[in-house]
Structures are given as structure tokens and as C-alpha cells.
T-cell receptor, first 114, second 113 residues
Framework: DTAVSQTPKYLVTQMGNDKSIKCEQNLGHDTMYWYKQDSKKFLKIMFSYNNKELIINETVPNRFSPKSPDKAHLNLHINSLELGDSAVYFC?????????????FGPGTRLTVL | GNSVTQMEGPVTLSEEAFLTINCTYTATGYPSLFWYVQYPGEGLQLLLKATKADDKGSNKGFEATYRKETTSFHLEKGSVQVSDSAVYFCALSDSSNTGKLIFGQGTTLQVKP
């Protein structure tokens, strides 16, 4: 059974489109995260939710909107896609959102904006 | 602000060679420190962690010791295998207790037979 799953795995789209990436975890964790990995493999946190409540909201353009319908799901919606949004987006989860818990990562979604 | 600096890669080694990947950090308070590994085409996996000074994390032959005096958490392995080829990320989780991970830039390791 996949612990943290993301769909789609690849997403190719035109500038200006709106797209969503879905994430689900079956680990029973309370906290979920979205990270962005750029072309140089640098990873930066974007958002985290704890039990459907927004905890971390880094300086991300407001074209990016996370939505957590329940604690097992955290989706990422992106409006008006730009070339610079091309990256790999990773979802992760942890038992609690604290300094000690291991984060479990999904396989990533490679977004290409043309 | 908090930050993590890793040695530049790529690192290329022959099988059975000794590996060191340097990692230093800047943080207020007492962060937890982690090494994550990313195999080609996959997400990150936790390799090891240490949550307080002088703790040693170890897993699969890899080790790292939390050195507060030098603000370092260097990753070592005595004998690398081809299957260890991956990107290695050092990270810290600060005392804000939000689970926020701050990553270093990653170090690519390639092990040749």
C-alpha cells in the first residue's frame, strides 16, 4: 500500500491555465505539507496543514491555494500558471507537526509549464 | 534566519570507498537535524536523525553526529555501494515546532563499480 500518493505524476500545461495536484496519505497522520523542488534540486516548503488547519504559509504567490478536505488529503490548486512554476512538487505527511517527527514524502508531481 | 549548507556535489566514488558529506547549519534555539535521501525518480526518505547535541543518528551503515560546538551534522559511511547513488539532503527542523524543514541544497553521490 502506498503511504503518500500524488496524482498526477506528470503534468504538462500551457501558461495561463489552472491546474490541481492531489495528495492522499493512508498513514493516519495529522500533518501534511507541500514542498517545491526546483531544477537545481533545491527544496522549499510551501504550506503545511494540521488536521485541516493551515499552519505554515510561506511566501508563496497567492495563485497557489492549498485545500484540505480532511486530514488525509491535501490538494494544491494553481491559477494562471507561469513558466517559473515548472518544478517537482512533493507532498509529505508526519504524525504531528513538530520538530521531531519523520516526514514521509510522496513520489512527486513534475509540472512543466510551456 | 535558519539555514543549512552542504558541500557542493557531485561526489563520485568507487565502490567500498569512504564517504563524507559535510553539512553545517545556522539556527536559533535547538533544532533537530536530519539526513534525507532521494533515489532517482522517487520522493525523499528519512535516512537518519538526531534531536539533541552529541546524539548520533545511524541507519544502513550511514552515521552522523550532532555537533553543537561546530554546528555540524556530517554524513559518513565506511564503505559505499553502487546502490547508495542518490541525492542526499541535510535538513533542520527549528524550535518553532511547526514541523517546517529547512533543507540544504542537496549533494549528488555517484558510486561507480
Amino acid at each position: 500500500d502506498t503511504a503518500v500518493s500524488q496524482t498526477p505524476k506528470y503534468l504538462v500545461t500551457q501558461m495561463g491555465n489552472d491546474k490541481s495536484i492531489k495528495c492522499e496519505q493512508n498513514l493516519g497522520h495529522d500533518t501534511m505539507y507541500w514542498y517545491k523542488q526546483d531544477s537545481k534540486k533545491f527544496l522549499k516548503i510551501m504550506f503545511s496543514y494540521n488536521n485541516k488547519e493551515l499552519i505554515i504559509n510561506e511566501t508563496v504567490p497567492n495563485r497557489f491555494s492549498p485545500k484540505s478536505p480532511d486530514k488525509a488529503h491535501l490538494n494544491l490548486h494553481i491559477n494562471s500558471l507561469e513558466l517559473g512554476d515548472s518544478a517537482v512538487y512533493f507532498c509529505a505527511s508526519s504524525r504531528q507537526g513538530d520538530a521531531y517527527n519523520e516526514q514521509f514524502f510522496g513520489p512527486g508531481t513534475r509540472l512543466t509549464v510551456l | 534566519g535558519n539555514s543549512v549548507t552542504q558541500m557542493e556535489g557531485p561526489v563520485t566514488l568507487s565502490e567500498e570507498a569512504f564517504l563524507t558529506i559535510n553539512c553545517t547549519y545556522t539556527a536559533t534555539g535547538y533544532p533537530s537535524l536530519f539526513w534525507y535521501v532521494q533515489y532517482p525518480g522517487e520522493g525523499l526518505q528519512l535516512l537518519l536523525k538526531a534531536t539533541k547535541a552529541d546524539d548520533k543518528g545511524s541507519n544502513k551503515g550511514f552515521e552522523a553526529t550532532y555537533r553543537k560546538e561546530t554546528t555540524s551534522f556530517h554524513l559518513e559511511k565506511g564503505s559505499v555501494q553502487v546502490s547508495d547513488s542518490a541525492v542526499y539532503f541535510c535538513a533542520l527542523s527549528d524550535s518553532s515546532n511547526t514541523g517546517k524543514l529547512i533543507f540544504g541544497q542537496g549533494t549528488t553521490l555517484q558510486v561507480k563499480p
